[in-house]
């Protein structure tokens, strides 16, 4: 199986920026698409961005294109979601996720970290 932990979340001021972490272990991490999705309090959960393998395709929501960037390093098995010009929409707790191939559907993903909150204040 593969293990994922998501760090980096934070409160930040509206207009700020966070990067989020993914750290994987396990079974091999460069085999995977990885993704990103989020759930707000009362709503349910969206896809943000997500990312093949080797890093030739990405996709975003078309609320976060433009102000999220997702990159990953397979040597280091970590995957990042840089978020810049933070709203306070973006809050939310945030998830990484692993599947066969990158899709913005959260039912192709395999594998799911715990989530990390990002606070954005007015």
């Known amino acids: 199986q593969v293990q994922l932990v998501e760090s980096g979340g934070g409160l930040v001021q509206a207009g700020g920026s966070l990067r989020l972490s993914c750290a994987a272990s396990?079974?091999?991490?460069?085999?995977?698409?990885m993704g990103w999705f989020r759930q707000a309090p009362g709503k349910e959960r969206e896809f943000v961005a997500t990312?093949?393998?080797?890093?030739?395709?990405?996709y975003y929501a078309d609320s976060v294109k433009g102000r999220f960037t997702t990159s990953r390093d397979n040597a280091k098995n970590t995957m990042y979601l840089q978020m810049n010009r933070l709203k306070p929409e973006d809050t939310a707790v945030y998830y990484c996720?692993?599947?066969?191939?990158?899709?913005?559907?959260?039912?192709?993903?395999?594998?799911w970290g715990q989530g990390t909150q990002v606070t954005v204040s007015s």
């Open positions: 996720a692993a599947g066969p191939t990158a899709t913005v559907t959260y039912t192709s993903y395999d594998y």
């Open positions: 396990g079974r091999t991490f460069d085999s995977y698409a």
């Open positions: 990312i093949s393998w080797s890093s030739a395709r990405t």
